[in-house]
């Protein structure tokens, strides 16, 4: 099993910035990615940002040039640098480790509220 827990989100004004931070722990093994998701009320989940297995970087258009992922590969540490925020990045944002097992495995973080002001 694994278990993500997040932190750093918060209440910003617009055009201020978060630092979010993941921290996988468990049995962690083989090929997988993490990221970051999120879901706005009323909204079904998207992503933000992903490592994906080969160490590539998936970014939502919406947040390209405005949010930087990175990653602690040693402590299984996966971060979101989140400039520039604007009050439609308003959601819960969710850490996501995709296990590469036969079939495959998502897990998930709690949720961190992330609010933006106008």
């Known amino acids: 099993q694994v278990q993500l827990v997040e932190s750093g989100g918060g209440l910003v004004q617009a055009g201020g910035s978060l630092r979010l931070s993941c921290a996988a722990s468990?049995?962690?093994?083989?090929?997988?990615?993490m990221g970051w998701y999120r879901q706005a009320p009323g909204k079904q989940r998207e992503l933000v940002a992903t490592f994906t297995v080969v160490g590539s970087i998936n970014y939502a258009d919406s947040v390209k040039g405005r949010f930087t992922i990175s990653r602690d590969n040693v402590r299984n540490t996966v971060f979101l640098q989140m400039d520039s925020l604007k009050p439609e990045d308003t959601a819960v944002y969710y850490c996501n480790l995709q296990r590469r097992t036969s079939p495959v495995r998502d897990y998930w973080g709690q949720g961190t509220q992330v609010t933006v002001s106008s």
């Open positions: 468990g049995t962690i093994y083989g090929l997988y990615s």
